[in-house]
Each structure stands twice: as structure tokens, then as C-alpha cells.
């Protein structure tokens, strides 16, 4: 099937490729803020941040 | 998560117990999201016959569908979790609201591009003002301004019960997009698979539409897991922070160096 797209190959194509696009940044995007709030989060707790707070670690 | 009894999300509310759960979910959410959205791509390129009208044209529906449900879907995730803000103040509720707007929004507009992209060669434009596609793109705004208004407003629980008010008014837009296909003489074509009187559509077709719906669901799901618990661990963030300026303000008062 994939060899032959027929006369709209262009449209399909470009479909797909909004899909890889759109869902691949928002992939990133969601990883990289993980990361970087565990990185915040054990900076904090290694300087003993929340040492009064009384708040345990995640 | 979503549907669980209240017992079960009393449980849930406490956000360590959140953050202990979501690791041992994770990897079995993440393998079920892979395995299907490939079995489904492979049945929706190498399986699935062309449309006798659509043509090859019929691949963009294999994405463009599951996309318009996920972007409903999450819009009422988002409302449900705004009630619980409102109504039950869930400590997680605005948080899974919060965590929801970006992915729901991602599948808006992803529902809209493939749209436009099968309507330039089906319909002969990429865009019609017709109560679908415009309930559609008001769709996509609403997610937008949810998005803006959480960052315009810093302090979290102020901000969610803000977007909760908002959320819960533009879920008016909802059944509007379900059912604009029926109340209004529109291009785009009724539903043919969430219909009285079961789908329309060939098996052939119908099975990877299904699987694809359920993976891109499955991948939507960990997405909203994942941001979840960055959101929890930034709050955490945010409180430590003022609480070390604090230490440090009292220490410096003190006369102590910091």
C-alpha cells in the first residue's frame, strides 16, 4: 500500500509528518520540564531546602 | 484514574502517594502505547484497503479521528478535574487540569491540520467556516487562553480555581462540536463510528482506526502521568525555594552568614 499513494501522496504525507511533528515536540517538551524539576527539586533538598518545612521527598 | 471510586481517589489525593504510583504505571502505559499504535499503523498502511470514494486519502482519517476524540476526551478530563478543584478542592485536581491543556491542545491542532490536509484534495479547500470545523478551531483557542491563563497567574491554587471557572464555561463547546454535524447543514460527513445503530465503517478499516484511537489514548495518557509529575515536583520547587529565602532572610537578620 505505502508504495503507492496515488494522486494525493503529498496531503497524506504531510499529514503524517504534522502528526510526527506536533505529538514529537510535545513528547520533548514534556520530558525535558520533567527533568529539569527533579534536577531543581533534588538541588533543593541537597541543600537542605526543606529541612524546616517538614516535607518529606517525593 | 479518571473513573475510579471516591475511596480510590481519596487515595490518589495525596500527592506523594501520586508520585509512588505513577512509576510503577508508567512503563506498563508506555509498552501498551507503543505495541498498539504500531499493530495500528501497520493494519492502517499495509492492511487496510483504499477507500472506494477517499481513496488512499483514507490514511489521514487513522490519525485525524483518534485526534478529535483525544482533544474532546481531554477537554473533559480538564472540566471533571475542574469540578474537583471547585467543588471537592482535590489537591491533584488543577494539577491534572494544568498538565492536560497542552496535550489536549497538541491534539486540536493536529485534528485540524490533518483535516485541512484531507480537505484540499476531498473537498477542494483546506478550510471551510462550517459549524465543525469552526466549533473545532474554538476549540483550540479555548485550550490556548486555558494555557496563557495559567501562566499569566502565579500562585497555583489561585490560578487553578481562575482556569476552573474558565474551563467549566467553555465546556458549552463540547457537545456543540459532537453534535454540530447533526443540528447544522455542514461539509464535513456525520459520525460513523460513535453513532446510534453501531459504525458504518468496514472492519478493515474500523479495526486499526479502534487500535489507534486506544494507542494515541494510551500515549496521551503517559503524557498527562508524566506532566503531572513534573507539575507536582515545580510545586514542591516553588515552595522550598521560598522557604530557603525565608531561612535565608532570618538567618541574615540574625547576623549569621548564610
Known amino acids: ?58 | 484514574m479518571y473513573r475510579g471510586d471516591m475511596a480510590s481517589l481519596i487515595d490518589l489525593a495525596n500527592p506523594t502517594r501520586f508520585m509512588r504510583l505513577s512509576v510503577v504505571v508508567l512503563p506498563w502505559l508506555t509498552g501498551m502505547a507503543v505495541l498498539l499504535l504500531a499493530v495500528g499503523f501497520y493494519l492502517a498502511w499495509f492492511v487496510a484497503p483504499a477507500d472506494y470514494q477517499q481513496g488512499e486519502t483514507i490514511r489521514i482519517m487513522f490519525v485525524h479521528v483518534p485526534a478529535a476524540w483525544l482533544a474532546l476526551m481531554f477537554y473533559t478530563v480538564m472540566s471533571i478535574a475542574a469540578l474537583g478543584t471547585l467543588v471537592w478542592r482535590h489537591p491533584l485536581a488543577d494539577v491534572a487540569q494544568k498538565a492536560a491543556a497542552p496535550i489536549g491542545a497538541c491534539f486540536a491542532l493536529i485534528c485540524l491540520l490533518t483535516g485541512a490536509f484531507w480537505g484540499k484534495p476531498m473537498w477542494g479547500t483546506y478550510w471551510v467556516w462550517d459549524a465543525r470545523l469552526t466549533s473545532v478551531l474554538v476549540l483550540l483557542l479555548i485550550y490556548l487562553g486555558i494555557i496563557a491563563l495559567w501562566r499569566a497567574l502565579d500562585e497555583p491554587s489561585r490560578a487553578g480555581r481562575m482556569v476552573a471557572i474558565l474551563t467549566l464555561v467553555g465546556f458549552v463547546n463540547v457537545p456543540i462540536i459532537k453534535f454540530s454535524v447533526d443540528w447544522w447543514n455542514t461539509l464535513h460527513q456525520p459520525a460513523s463510528v460513535l453513532r446510534m445503530g453501531g459504525p458504518t465503517i468496514h472492519p478493515s478499516m474500523l479495526w486499526p482506526l479502534l487500535i489507534l484511537a486506544v494507542g494515541f489514548t494510551c500515549l496521551a495518557l503517559v503524557l498527562h502521568l508524566v506532566a503531572m509529575r513534573a507539575e507536582i515536583m515545580r510545586r514542591r520547587v516553588r515552595t522550598l525555594t521560598i522557604l530557603e529565602a525565608e531561612r535565608l532572610d532570618r538567618l541574615a537578620a540574625q547576623g549569621v552568614p548564610a
Do not use: C, N, W
Open chain 1, 1 to 58: 500500500m505505502m508504495s503507492d499513494l496515488g494522486p494525493h501522496a503529498g496531503f497524506i504525507l504531510a499529514s503524517y509528518a504534522a502528526v510526527v511533528l506536533v505529538l514529537g515536540g510535545l513528547i520533548l517538551t514534556v520530558i525535558l520540564d520533567h527533568r529539569a524539576q527533579k534536577r531543581a527539586l533534588a538541588a533543593l533538598e541537597q541543600r537542605g531546602a526543606g529541612r524546616r518545612s517538614g516535607q518529606a521527598a517525593p
